[in-house]
């Protein structure tokens, strides 16, 4: 069938509508607490919706149907610990997050070992949320050629600079506020398609039931004890935990957000709100997957990726209009993510190093080099996006696992400050890395599945990072 007139029409209506709604805020913007907090002034449920947001891709809402469509619904399993991990950053990591006036995770590492290891942990996460984002935007040029047939790389062009230009200017209240926007875009819009494909299968619900039952695609547990397996129940739950309270409690992408609420009893309020969000959000997309496979009933090799066939389907089968919100809710997700990665990797650089460094410069000289650092970063993200065009695979794997690499040692370094006494900043480095390689090892060099990397490295830099410490006396602070 394919898009037509009124299909870009709406897509190019979305595209330029929100990036106008984000220069709203361009004028809030005077002081770094203002263009990285939002003044802390944002109520808890735009938080919890933005959280989900920023959770949420172009690479989530096209590779979890086809995850689906290939296998079931045991993905599950892993946000069922995605909630046992906010449980757990809710009590142990956000009081200390409180205590102060902090403006990035990683300053709370240096109030307890050190500048040193401040670098170290805001370094590491720098490199892999920008390398694991790389993959995130890269999703997009899948839909954008699927549903225009133009080049990849300007696909993913016309969404870096829109997405650019209110994150430059609004910072981080055009963040949150654009995100509250595109998760009712994009939700609605899968919504929209979930009963499109309902109407389209002969015999509706019964028929795919049916299908999806004799298929084994409806199942949600599976508790067979095999390490090898990424998506059984202990997996999902310990994985999903590890991977949470890493993501969510060590990571400058979602804490950034957590910091910018009224108070700590909001933020803890809006990390458990998003947590029932984002478990209804993923089993709406792999019901969607589920329904696709009752629909087209073939190979997913057919259609070249697992990735392939949702935005095949919205461009194919979908009533003109209907297939252009669609896409432009697909580009909502998409935006909404880079707007909270840009944002992020911004007030690391900024905060985490350069303002270390010279922590003299004036207020208006601080926003003006942030904005500069939201530039550079775009710069960068589209670059490794483009390198990232050949990659194969299920994307959805690929940038959890590059993610996932780095989580487990931040997240050791952070359960070494707030659990222990006894560990230092020379400790708590050695076993960072050694948490770190090992994670790069299980990556690289064995068939480990990526939803154990985080717990692993977590345990090994917590172990080693605390032995260590008891080893080796603590550095003296110089005079």
């Given at each position: 069938m394919g898009l037509d007139k009124l299909d870009l029409a709406i897509i190019v209506l979305y595209l330029v509508g929100i990036t106008l709604f984000g220069l709203r805020f361009r004028k809030h913007q005077r002081t770094l607490r203002d263009y990285?907090?939002?003044d802390r002034n944002i109520p808890w449920w735009a938080i919890a919706l933005s959280i989900v947001a920023a959770e949420t891709s172009t690479l989530t809402i096209i590779s979890i149907p086809g995850l689906a469509y290939d296998t079931n619904l045991t993905f599950l399993q892993v946000v069922l610990g995605y909630l046992v991990g906010r449980v757990i950053i809710s009590f142990i990591l956000l009081p200390h997050y409180f205590r102060g006036d902090l403006y990035t995770a990683y300053a709370l590492i240096e109030r307890r070992f050190g500048r040193g290891l401040r670098s170290l942990t805001a370094g590491l996460f720098l490199v892999t949320r920008a390398a694991a984002e790389g993959?995130?935007?890269?999703?997009?040029?899948?839909?954008?050629?699927?549903?225009l047939g133009t080049g990849e790389i300007a696909s993913?062009?016309?969404?870096?600079?829109?997405?650019?230009?209110?994150?430059?200017?609004?910072?981080?209240?055009?963040?949150?506020?654009?995100?509250?926007?595109?998760?009712?875009?994009?939700?609605?819009?899968?919504?929209?398609?979930?009963?499109?494909?309902?109407?389209?299968?002969?015999?509706?619900?019964?028929?795919?039931?049916?299908?999806?039952?004799?298929?084994?695609?409806l199942q949600v547990f599976d508790f067979t004890p095999n390490f090898w397996k990424p998506y059984t129940f202990w997996a999902g739950l310990?994985?999903?935990?590890?991977?949470?309270?890493?993501?969510?409690?060590?990571?400058?992408?979602?804490?950034?957000?957590?910091?910018?609420?009224?108070?700590?009893?909001?933020?803890?309020?809006?990390?458990?709100?998003?947590g029932v969000a984002i478990l209804f959000q993923f089993a709406l997309f792999l019901m969607v997957g589920v329904m696709l496979f009752a629909y087209y009933h073939v190979p997913s090799a057919s259609f070249g990726t697992a990735d392939r066939?949702?935005?095949?389907?919205?461009?194919?089968?979908?009533?003109?209009?209907?297939?252009?919100?669609?896409?432009a809710a697909i580009l909502a997700a998409a935006m909404s993510n880079l707007s909270a990665a840009l944002n992020s990797l911004s007030s690391t650089s900024i905060i985490d190093f350069y303002l270390q460094r010279k922590p003299q410069t004036d207020e208006r000289r601080r926003v003006q080099l942030s904005r500069a650092a939201t530039f550079v970063w775009a710069l960068v993200l589209f670059s490794l996006a483009v390198l990232s065009l050949h990659k194969v695979g299920r994307v959805i794997e690929v940038g959890l696992q590059i993610a996932s690499v780095a989580y487990g040692a931040l997240l050791g370094v952070f359960l070494l400050g707030v659990?222990?006494?006894?560990?230092?900043?020379?400790?708590?480095?050695?076993?960072?890395?050694?948490?770190?390689?090992?994670?790069?090892?299980?990556?690289?060099?064995?068939?480990?599945?990526?939803?154990?990397?985080?717990?692993?490295?977590?345990?090994?830099?917590?172990?080693?990072?605390?032995?260590?410490?008891v080893v080796l006396p603590p550095e003296q602070a110089k005079p």
């Open positions: 990285f907090l939002a993959v995130r935007v890269y999703a997009v040029s899948i839909v954008v050629a699927i549903a993913i062009a016309i969404i870096t600079i829109l997405t650019l230009i209110y994150t430059f200017e609004g910072g981080l209240a055009a963040v949150i506020w654009t995100d509250v926007v595109q998760t009712f875009i994009y939700v609605g819009g899968t919504l929209v398609g979930l009963f499109t494909i309902l109407h389209l299968v002969p015999g509706r619900w019964a028929t795919i039931h049916s299908v999806a039952q004799s298929a084994g695609k310990v994985g999903g935990t590890f991977l949470t309270t890493a993501s969510h409690g060590t990571d400058q992408l979602i804490v950034q957000r957590l910091l910018a609420a009224r108070s700590q009893r909001q933020s803890v309020t809006a990390l458990l709100s998003s066939i949702y935005p095949k389907f919205i461009v194919s089968q979908m009533p003109h209009g209907i297939s252009g919100l669609l896409i659990l222990t006494r006894r560990a230092n900043q020379r400790g708590a480095m050695i076993g960072m890395l050694c948490g770190f390689a090992s994670e790069l090892h299980i990556w690289l060099g064995t068939r480990v599945p990526w939803t154990w990397y985080v717990a692993i490295g977590t345990v090994v830099t917590f172990v080693v990072g605390y032995a260590a410490s």
